[in-house]
């Protein structure tokens, strides 16, 4: 087995991380597909089969669960087939499809397994979302598999169940055919980023990216003459980008990595002008023969050049901004949550950072809803000097704010991305990297992340941080994960006022949450006038600073738990504002 080597990669590339593991249609016709997943694993705390084994699946005929319940839940489903009781219907060698809704994913296996069931498909309550599924006080007890299906495809098979059997297949298919080739979005070099400002794409020296995917052999048998190819077409549909590597000959069982370097490689990509719009990106696997199993043999992506957005995540094609198909939050979070994005490039400067973009949802139990709801913007200098990932320099001790704002739910925006845009835009500097944040105390609110853009190859080969997160004033580069990456968006435009022309100062206080007094470090020295105030702008405190070497403490122990902006005023007239977090 031939790997890329990073040294990131020894953990995010190892091979069970890209076993083979679906949920496909099986019969009749119409539902034959691969379907977007998560899987109840055992290293959760589950009694389930561990898919990460090849061969280890089931395949078998659905049926809804009947716990005997009446009415309809909020989404108008049967509650019945929420079956949070002991089922009243026989589900003996059948796979059970349940609703989510309000009772443990665990309590809801273990009825359908005590009513004979072979496997469980629980269909999620949004469309476009899939969810990571906690054991809780029963999965221990589950030992039959587990998977999540997001509400549109679970409405898609219950419909074709009323018009006869529904076969699918769940688990590892590593071994079960002879001639199966496959590629994995996992494992595969997509574009830098997937949202670029045409101000930093003039032409093939400032945008460029290289191409490359892990080719595996699922088969039983042995394979040769497989070719990867990878085609990009531009916003016109012509094709500006055509490459194939072939002559690829693998054991089976076995994978290789076709990378910059490697024994197999695909040129870089690069264009001498880029027209604004969206750029499709396919890689193709084709064995010297037939695939007996060729849903897994393509992949799609894209890369859109705009003029007002920086982001890691897909344009949705509808709205032309990211939207966030499925929303988290930490599961140990007390206080602040931040969903980030970085912007690190030698054209920066041609840019003014406006805002950010973000989508977030609260939690139906919760009943809460958006409309009214704050969310705090901050664009941060990321000052702290570190060349990569695996720079043991790395972390956030020196952010120094730049740019702020908040954001009001004007209604119950549910799962669409908004724009909050900052009070002052901040004018960008070459090659300093930054860091966007949308934040919020809201313990209910979970804000939008990717579900069709996999950038673990992206994290593992250019060990660069793209999209991390805060929690309780804690950063973490990688975020949830780099198979998951925000759907944050920083908003651009044309720079039309230089850094020094601005009337601001950078300004920050630490600890930041903090419980009684807080050090403020501005650039500046002498005297300087603090007003703080709440967010409604009532002030809470006011006082008088003697900056030392730029800083000096405040003591914040009279104000009261919640979110404070601090205004200062140097004797030169430059402001500098920020905001604090009152524990």
Known sequence: MKKLLLTISAVVLSATTYAQVIAAGISPQSIVANYTHTWADPAGGWGTPDFNIPGTFVQDTLKIVDDGSTGTNAQGNPISAEGCNPLINDLTGKIAVIFRNTCEFGVKALNAQNAGAVGVIIVNRNPGEVIAMGAGSQGANVTIPVVMLDLTDGLALIAEMANGPVVMFLGNKTGLFPNDGGISGGATLLPRQAMIPSQLAQNGTEFNFDLGSRVYNYGNQAQTGMALNAKITNPAGATVYDNTTSGISLPAGDSLDVFPGGASTLPNFSLASYPAGTYTLTYTLTLSGPDDYNADNVLTTTFTVTDSMFSYAQADPATGSPSGGNYYRPGSNNQTYSSCQVIDNANASRLKATGIYFSATTSAASGVLLTGEEMALYLYKWEDVFTDLNDANLAFNTLTEVANGFYYYPDDLQGETVFGAFTTPAALEDNQRYLACVQTVNLNLYMGHENGTNLTWNEAYYLQPMAPNESDGTYYAGGFGSDIPS?????????????????????????????????????????????????????????????????????????????????????????????????
Do not use: C, H, R
């Not at 050090?519 to 030392?548: F, R, S, Y």
């Open 487 to 583: 759907s944050v968006a920083i908003g651009v435009a044309d720079n039309d006022v230089s850094v020094a022309e601005l009337n601001t100062v950078a300004g920050k206080a630490f600890p930041n949450p903090a419980n009684d007094v807080v050090t403020v470090a501005i650039e500046g020295e002498g005297t300087a006038q603090l007003t703080v105030t709440d967010v409604a702008g009532k002030v809470a405190m006011a006082t008088t600073l003697n900056l030392a070497a730029g800083q000096d403490n405040v003591n914040i122990n009279a104000l009261e738990t919640g979110l404070y902006i601090f205004n200062v005023t140097l004797e030169n007239g430059k402001t500098a504002q920020f905001n604090v977090v009152k524990k």
